[in-house]
């Protein structure tokens, strides 16, 4: 991190420290009505890889003369705007205080941009830095009519556009295509101006948004779910998101109500109700609290979700409850007879199974997660087998999170932490972050013999 970007996070820590102090303190509900701030601030740049081809303030300049319509220039952005208004500045040492992310950085969140600029843009000496700020009630007008600017000004002067918000590099292309073409009158698909961070937090996973605060709202966190959730629980930060943008308020102890069908923006509405299992409902409530800052975290208030509205025994259990509830389910018992090719199939997945725990010891890609098919006793005297999603391996022991939801173990719910025995192991999966999958021949043999009816 630069120096001038450590203070500004310095400064925002601070600020954000003395407003818990005065409000409400982290875990938290978030109080009662809209979540908005008064003021809205946000910064983008352009990079020059190159001799601009004009003067990025001139044309900044020209740009502004000929449309009243956009932000006004001012020398330093007031405590309290009262209309658009920006401030521009040229940084012709950016790799002393500006410094371009790294390639490795450029491969995540690099937006269109090819080997050659990625590059070029690591010798970058120059960029033109805009931070905009206006009131919250125009806060949709204002937001686009900045991103209009900035494209513009790319287009006129060459460069390469950076969101100091979300810390993603576009193509003059990738920047229409996102944050321009996805707008549904006067509102935006919020998903495509903002990021979420996924990592692994301890034996589980933290997820956060960056770049709300461009729409005066808070960024959004979930923690300790599973990798093999990361999906709908992506699906799910984007709805509420996008619910808060379209003006949800906060109901009495930090409950909020989402649903499919209120959705405003009609891509967004389509993009959430499909590919629906069996079983969802579309709706769902949640519980918003005050998030806890962790290092990295975008320079904003944040709200976290929390599962407690939702039905369950533990709280595993209710983010299952709720993501079904949302976006559906599917679970299914076949009943086998262990003959000799299903039990070599079995022996051939424990065979790999030392390597498997060196590879999980070791550290898994981010997005990448094991599961195990482990026997469980039922009441009767018989074995279910059942998948469990590995967060602790440690010799014979492993634990992990049930996948399944039990068909004839009452004392044992989907979602629960469980500890399982290695030796006792029937199968694995090992899903990439790609969507590859290798293990589960058990599996395939026995879907090949008895077609797995749906619930």
Known sequence: MTIRRWLRALLCLLACLQ??????APGSPVRTGSPAAVQVTYEFAIYYTGKPARP?????????AQDATLPRRVESLPREARSAVLVARLNPDV????????LSLLQRFGRGLSREQAEAMQSSTLALIVRFAHPQKVWMAAYRRSLQLMAQLAEDTGGLLWDEETREVFTLDQWRKRRLDTWDGNLPDVSQHTVIHAYQSDNLVRAITLGMGKFGLPDVVVQDFSWSMNRPMGNLINLLSQSL????????????????????????????????????????ALVLVEGRPERGDPDNRLVEIRFDAAPGKDAYARQEALLSSLYGSQDSITYVKHDAALLAA????????????????????PGEYLLVKAPFDTPAGGVEWMWVEV??????????LLKNEPFNIPSLHGGQMVTVSQARLFDYIRRYPDGREEGNETGRLMQKRTPAPSR
């Open 19 to 24: 407003a818990t102090v005065s409000s409400a």
């Open 346 to 365: 079995r022996d051939a997945a424990r065979a790999r199974l030392p390597a498997l725990q060196q590879a999980f010891a070791a550290g898994l890609t």
């Open 95 to 102: 790799q002393k205080d500006y410094r371009p992310p790294d």
């Open 245 to 284: 943008a379209e003006g949800l308020h906060i109901g009495p102890g930090g409950r909020v109500e989402l649903a499919f069908k209120t959705l405003q923006h009609a891509g967004v509405r389509r993009t959430q109700s499909s590919d629906l299992l069996a079983g969802s409902k579309g709706r769902a």
């Open 391 to 400: 967060t602790s391996w440690k010799g014979d022991a492993i634990q992990g």
């Open 56 to 64: 990025p303030l001139a044309a900044l300049q020209t740009a502004l």
